[in-house]
């Protein structure tokens, strides 16, 4: 595999490398985490818990939140992105939401039909 922001500014100002780039076969999935009251009013300051190591088939992408003494907080409407891989879109679907099971935080949001 091949880190896809390094190739993204390559391309943007012109110097993309001149052979074959390195992709990875399969699908991914990513599954939103969203604070309770978005779009509109979002709840802040809640506790994020359970959140799963990435490993090579799995990811965990903060957005709204942050860090403070009692540890990883939400901040923002759209809390975190749990992103999975898989050979087929389905397996990637099924990925994504087994390693979103364990994430927990008061109001904790997320759509159920992501891949559908």
């Known amino acids: 595999n091949e880190d896809i ?17 390195l992709w990875r076969s399969g699908a991914a999935c990513c599954v939103v985490m969203v604070s309770g009251g978005y779009p509109g009013p979002i709840n802040k ?12 088939d799995a990811v965990v992408f903060f957005a709204g939140a942050k860090k403070n003494d009692t ?18 879109l389905e397996q990637a679907i099924s990925n994504a939401y087994t390693k979103l099971e364990p994430v927990n935080f008061e109001t904790a949001q997320w759509r159920k039909d992501i891949g559908q």
Not at 45 to 56: E, K, L
Not at 71 to 88: C, E, I, N, Q
């Open 45 to 56: 300051g809640m506790v994020i818990q359970g959140v799963p190591d990435a490993t090579n």
């Open 71 to 88: 540890g990883v907080v939400t901040s923002g409407g759209r809390v975190l992105g749990v992103t999975a891989h898989g050979d087929s």
């Open 5 to 21: 922001v390094p190739i993204m500014l390559a391309s943007a100002i012109g110097t993309l490398p001149d052979r074959e780039l």
